[in-house]
Each structure stands twice: as structure tokens, then as C-alpha cells.
């Protein structure tokens, strides 16, 4: 049986517009987990210099950290952290998420962007700390009811730690407004 010309096209422009209007309708934080400005400053770093290829694996591990942090908040899923986290970061983001759980409650976070300047890299490479100040609007909700929100700029320390084939964050603690 033959197939008429205009439903040959039609089905191709109907599928199309389907997945036009499933991509539209993905929550924000899918979006919004990749941050849409990042700067790295490795000119302070003692007492020894970053290499470019060091500088890049940072970038990118951390980008996929905040993006596994923003995930497991919203999702209360703790699993999410293991593999961008260990250490005491992993413990308290944990507990956080447990907490939430236990409340019934999540946060949703849109990252806005990070700027990191890297102050100490040990000789042996086998640690990195930094700062980041962070721009982030935080929903804290009650299942899909939004309970309050912020805009925040927060200031983190954190330590990063090579791993199997990346960095992971080992300390991520936000530090007083100064």
C-alpha cells in the first residue's frame, strides 16, 4: 500500500514539533545546572604553577561537581555526589540531603556562574586548593510549592584531590560574607 505524499512529510514535521515542545517543557534546573559564566585564576597558585592541562581537567571536574550538587539537592538522591565528591564534602552535602529528605523538603539552585582562583597547588599535585565565589538563586521548596528564594553571591573554600581520572572536591564550605 501506498503511502500519499503529504503524510510522507507530515509525520517527520509532527515528530519534530513533539520533541520541540518536550525540550520546552524540561524543568529549568536541566538548563540552568551548567553555569553560564566560569572564570579560573591559577595566577596565585604556590608553590607551584597549574599547568594548562591541570587548569582544564579543574574546569571541567568542578563544573560536573555543582552540576551533581545541584541534581542530588533537588532530587534528594545523596548517590549523585559520589562521584564528584569524597571526603568531607561528600558527608556534609550528604547529611544536607538527608535533612531535606527528613523535612520533606528540596532546594532547586540555578548556577549562574563561578569565579575560582586557585591559591595553593602542592608540589606532588596531589592537592589543590581555591576559592569560589559563586552566583546563585536558591528556591527552597515543599515538594513543587516554592517555600522561600534568594539570589545569593556565596564564597566557598575548597579543596580538590586528583582521583582515578579526575579532581574531586574533598572540602566545599562556604565562608561568612566579609
Known amino acids: 500500500m501506498r503511502t500519499p505524499t503529504g503524510l510522507r512529510f507530515a509525520a517527520p514535521t509532527v515528530l519534530a514539533l513533539c520533541l520541540m515542545f518536550l525540550l520546552a517543557s524540561l524543568p529549568d534546573t536541566i538548563h540552568a545546572a551548567s553555569p553560564k559564566s566560569r572564570s579560573l585564576d591559577t595566577s596565585a597558585a604556590a608553590p607551584r604553577p597549574v599547568e594548562e592541562t591541570t587548569a582544564a581537567s579543574i574546569e571541567r ?27 568531607t564534602a561528600r558527608q556534609h552535602w550528604q547529611r544536607a540531603i538527608e535533612l ?56 566557598y573554600l575548597l579543596l580538590l584531590t586528583p582521583a582515578e581520572n579526575s579532581w574531586k572536591v574533598r572540602v566545599l564550605e562556604e565562608l561568612p560574607p566579609s
Open 61 to 87: 571536574d568542578y563544573d560536573h561537581a555543582w552540576k551533581s550538587l545541584v541534581s542530588a539537592l533537588e532530587s534528594n538522591q545523596p548517590e549523585l555526589l559520589d562521584e564528584n565528591f569524597t571526603g
Open 100 to 155: 531535606q529528605k527528613q523535612n520533606g523538603l528540596n532546594r532547586r539552585i540555578v548556577d549562574h556562574g563561578h569565579s575560582l582562583r586557585v591559591n595553593f597547588y602542592s608540589l606532588d599535585g596531589s592537592a589543590l586548593q581555591a576559592e569560589d565565589i559563586a552566583d546563585l538563586e536558591i528556591e527552597y521548596r515543599d515538594g513543587s510549592r516554592v517555600l522561600s528564594s534568594e539570589h545569593i553571591r556565596a564564597h
